[in-house]
């Protein structure tokens, strides 16, 4: 084979590369648009079309060397990388700064991770267009190189395909419907770009051989060639969109962001309703916690805890279950298009309050922290859309200011809880339930039917035997901390049911789970004329409810005297105490008390390597499929020349056989890219080919052909013997590359062979 010629490439192959690989390029950019859905991604990829052009067009007009088109490429991303890809970094959104030149080179490196941790869309937020500014360069880069400057053109699409595979696996897990039509488009141009070039280089081939021979050329057969190429090429992409659209899942797609270990896990702090008791400590009961705008009256969202192990309450996390839904970062905005409710803008300051849980109001669209340390808070936030609750790594201090604009869903009326049937949400299973809960609440509605009567008669039960005390000050009778098992065993079991909010938020929500209610606890706070204390926390408990979703329940009993307690004789009537201990604590972690809820070991049907094993397999089998769906044509081709060599060797009479075995070795001429005139004799193909052994096989399919005698089956097995040899011969010295552009060449498909090549 030649080495590549050093002669400057045609403008007119350079124009044409690029706009190809440009055409493939954005349609497989497209995929792109839902992982940041912002003008910025527009404009990174315009950016990576035109400079990848550039570099790889003035590359192979100059023949430059691969490392200098290398170094063209890098020095192009860091000279427009930063008003491109970050921004925010840029003085006056055009000149690059140090900071940013930074910011671009590390997300190279961070930004692909740093995507699968961020709620979709980004938008331009921090350093995150970088990745898609530098696939789209490279693609077109190296695509544009490819199709000018080495021998196989055809190539040029790959990068285009990669780009779409990375947008896919990037991509949301919600969309599964908009892979089909993406990869259908771009399969349907790629596989048209392969045989447009192969048709050009076949016209070329063509047009030598009129040149260089007297004979008439095989004009015809090639356009031939060309048409049945492409009629398999539409075919087969029709079959892969089929297959797509069939197999296609309806629920979400398993995607990177589904499996990877997201950076805030909330079982790293301890649980936020075990903090219930310290707000009504004397030293903070009256002090200003934080300072709020219009929401008088309204509740402050601090935290939902969905999650009970026996020991306490917790803030679930897709680290434990998907039910609780995953903490991600919020870039810009949080879509709620599909929420409805009241748009709502809060501005909060923090004053004495301090921690890694967020104050909120309604379900967060967007949030915007001022101050000297806004932007290292922006960048710490996390937010659980199914829950509601955020938070921030850093956590928040006294001087602190954001502004929430959020959607306040609204709040039906209740008339009657008996109405209420249960709603089809899920929530985390509840584990160490006492066994003393159960009971009480079998006695609170014995005889009451339906769920909701059911749900309205334990909360009447609980305001009926229920009395408050906080248990911090001498007048108030003692009254213990905590809601695991164990306190909740001794709230229901004791002769005066005396707790707080924390302790009632926590059995009514194990009640109303028992009757069937998917049912969590939200710690949040009421602001007073603007302010919040700490006698202004509140606990309760939200119901999913068939009618109207989630339904917030005040399950406090009302502030009364608490009678004295029990005369002894009286005591006697009182449910003796059925104390569930506590999981087993590991008494080698001293801390373990402080934060139970974040050292519980996972099930072994959690295992997260499984996850990541399962998100792996997913991806791996799209891109299978679409790698299937683009090698599907070549696959037919192989088939279809498989067929007709069967047929022509299995044929019934013995001089039929011989006939087909030359007919087999001059097709595997012509794929081979020798080119002969259609009116030359056996000899002539032999003698052209220049293939040892290749007279006598023309010879022998002479002899049969033209003697009075019938050839043998056994003359026949021979002539196929020597086919099989020469084909063999033919391939001695080609590359393995050079060998498959054989298989799957068109050449010998025209004419009547690709009229009949699948019947008799």
Not at 613 to 627: C, F, K, N, S
Not at 674 to 683: E, G
């Amino acid at each position: 084979m030649k080495a590549p010629s050093r002669e400057r490439v045609p403008v007119a192959r350079i124009v044409f590369a690029i706009l190809a690989v440009w055409l493939v390029t954005l349609i497989a950019g497209a995929a792109l648009w839902p992982i940041y859905e912002s003008r910025g991604i527009l404009v990174a990829i315009g950016a990576g079309l035109v400079g990848g052009a550039v570099v790889a067009g003035l590359g192979a007009r100059f023949r430059h060397p691969s490392w200098v088109v290398m170094i063209l490429t890098a020095l192009y991303f860091v000279a427009v990388g930063v008003p491109v890809a970050v921004p925010s970094r840029a003085l006056n959104g055009i000149f690059p700064t140090p900071e940013g030149i930074l910011d671009l080179l590390a997300g190279v490196a961070l930004g692909w991770k740093q995507l699968l941790t961020v709620t979709l869309p980004v938008g331009d937020y921090e350093a995150l267009l970088v990745p898609a500014f530098l696939l789209v360069l490279l693609s077109v880069v190296i695509g544009v190189s490819i199709a000018t400057r080495t021998r196989v053109p055809e190539a040029s699409v790959l990068p285009a395909v990669i780009v779409y595979i990375v947008a896919v696996a990037f991509g949301p897990d919600d969309r599964a419907a908009s892979v089909i039509l993406p990869i259908a488009l771009l399969t349907a141009v790629a596989l048209a770009l392969i045989g447009f070039r192969q048709g050009r280089r076949r016209a070329a081939t063509a047009a030598l051989a009129r040149e260089t021979d007297e004979h008439p050329t095989r004009d015809a057969a090639g356009f031939r060639a060309l048409a049945g190429g492409l009629v398999l090429l539409v075919l087969a992409a029709g079959a892969g969109v089929g297959a797509a659209s069939a197999l296609a899942p309806t629920t979400a797609r398993t995607v990177l962001r589904t499996a990877v270990e997201q950076p805030f896990d909330p079982r790293d702090y301890v649980s936020p309703l075990s903090a219930f008791r310290s707000y009504w400590q004397e030293d903070t009961v009256d002090s200003v916690l934080f300072r709020v705008s219009g929401q008088d009256g309204e509740l402050v969202r601090l935290a939902t805890l969905d999650t009970y192990d026996g020991v306490v309450f917790a803030v679930g996390s897709a680290a434990v279950t998907s039910e609780s839904g995953a903490f991600v970062r919020v870039p810009s905005t949080f879509d709620q298009s599909g929420l409805e409710g009241v748009d709502t803008s809060t501005s909060i300051e923090i004053d004495q309050y301090s921690g890694v849980w967020v104050p909120t109001v309604g379900k967060l669209r967007s949030i915007d922290f001022e101050g000297p340390d806004g932007a290292d808070l922006r960048g710490a936030f996390f937010y659980n859309d199914t829950t509601g609750t955020a938070a921030d790594l850093r956590g928040l201090s006294s001087g602190d200011r954001y502004q929430l604009d959020s959607v306040v869903p609204p709040s039906p009326a209740l008339s009657d809880i008996s109405d209420l049937e249960p709603g089809s949400a899920v929530v985390p299973e509840a584990t160490g339930v006492p066994e003393e809960l159960v009971t009480v609440l079998e006695e609170y509605v014995s005889g009451v039917d339906g769920p909701g009567a059911q749900l309205a008669a334990m909360l009447d039960g609980l305001a009926v035997n229920g009395y408050i005390s906080h248990g911090v000050t001498d007048d108030e009778p003692p009254s213990r901390s905590g809601h695991g098992s164990d306190r909740l065993t001794e709230l229901l079991s004791a002769p005066r049911m005396i707790g707080d909010g924390e302790q009632y938020a926590a059995t009514a929500a194990l009640m109303a789970r028992e009757l069937g209610f998917p049912s969590r606890v939200v710690l949040g706070f009421v602001p007073q004329d603007g302010v919040v204390r700490g006698g202004d926390v509140v606990a309760y408990v939200e119901v999913d409810t068939a009618q109207y979703g989630w339904v917030a329940l005040d399950v406090t009993p009302p502030y009364r005297d608490i009678p004295e307690e029990l005369p002894e004789d009286n005591a006697q009537v009182s449910r003796p105490p059925t104390i569930v201990p506590p999981p087993v604590v590991d008494t080698e972690q001293p801390d373990r008390q402080e934060t139970p809820d974040s050292e519980q070991e996972l099930p072994p049907d959690l295992n997260p390597l499984w996850g990541v094993l399962l998100a792996i397999a997913t991806v791996l089998g799209w891109v299978l499929l679409a790698l299937a769906i683009l090698i599907s044509p070549f696959l037919v081709i192989i088939v279809a020349k498989a067929r007709r060599r069967r047929l022509r060797r299995r044929a019934t009479l013995p001089a039929d056989r011989v006939a087909g075995g030359w007919r087999e070795f001059e097709d595997a001429v012509l794929d081979h890219g020798v080119s002969t005139a259609p009116s030359s004799t056996r000899s002539e193909v032999a003698g052209v080919t220049g293939v040892v052994g290749a007279q006598v096989l023309a010879a022998v399919a002479d002899r049969a052909t033209f003697s009075p005698d019938e050839p043998t089956a056994e003359d026949a097995d021979v002539v196929w013997r020597a086919v099989d040899d020469l084909r063999g011969t033919l391939d001695s010295g080609l590359t393995r590359w050079q060998r498959l552009k054989a298989r799957v060449s068109l050449r010998s498909l025209g004419g009547y062979s690709v009229t009949r090549i699948f019947s008799r």
